[in-house]
């Protein structure tokens, strides 16, 4: 098991460019998290999915922010367009399904940095 | 100049000791929490979890207390080691939808 493959492992871009994050989770996993972790806030959530399905959003940040799932195996977190304030490390976790106990499994994340 | 950011309670223990890393949760209704080791530039690494409807958990070296009294987590490492150097985080669940909380997190130092 390959766990949760998150790309790039690191970005570089320069304000109001597109940055777009990818993760694979776990096969089989149901649930999918985006996080995203900084020294002023810590971990926190920006949305979920259950079944490809956005099921709570609240924590994205602003509408620069967007999150997909096109299917199973694949979502992404696009930022259009990006500000230094964005600047972090961004999770990807995904579990067997969003009620059921077990760990959530991380990824390594992608550190993200817009000068 | 100064740089402000998240200070993280730091715990300082010599190898061979136990350690224990204690978080408070802040919703009366969660029903599952977890222990959480993040080693620099890694993601989290689940550790050990614990549901509601009981008080203590233990698995390998690790045990997990609850307080649902006075909402209350803790961790208890025994016989720490160097690999156990990292920050510990607790998560709580509030519901059963799924998303996790996290807390602010506690660095671990293990001085050999």
């Known amino acids: 098991d390959a766990g949760v493959i998150q790309s790039p492992r690191h970005e570089v871009t320069e304000m109001g460019q597109e940055v777009t994050l990818r993760c694979k989770p776990i096969s089989g996993h149901n649930s999918l998290f985006w996080y995203r972790q900084t020294m002023m806030r810590g971990l926190e959530l920006l949305i979920y999915f259950n079944n490809n399905v956005p099921i709570d959003d609240s924590g994205m940040p602003e509408d620069r922010f967007s999150a997909k799932m096109p299917n199973a195996s694949f979502s992404t977190l696009k930022i259009q367009p990006s500000e230094p304030r964005d600047s972090a490390v961004y999770f990807c976790?995904?579990?067997?399904?969003?009620?059921?106990?077990?760990?959530?499994?991380f990824g390594s994340g992608t550190r993200l940095t817009v000068v | 100049g100064e740089s402000v950011g998240l200070h993280l309670p730091t715990l300082s223990v010599q190898e061979g000791d136990n350690s224990i890393i204690n978080c408070a949760y802040s919703n009366s209704a969660s029903d599952y929490f977890i222990w959480y080791k993040q080693e620099s530039g890694k993601g989290p690494q689940f550790i050990i979890d614990i549901r509601s409807n009981m008080d203590k958990r233990q698995g390998q070296r690790v045990t997990v207390l609850l307080n649902k009294t006075v909402k209350h987590l803790s961790l208890q490492i025994a016989a720490t080691q160097p690999g156990d150097s990292a920050v510990y985080f607790c998560a709580e669940r509030p519901g059963s939808q799924g998303n996790l909380i996290f807390g602010k997190g506690t660095k671990l130092s293990v001085k050999p």
């Open positions: 976790a995904s579990s067997l399904a969003a009620g059921v106990s077990g760990g959530y499994t």
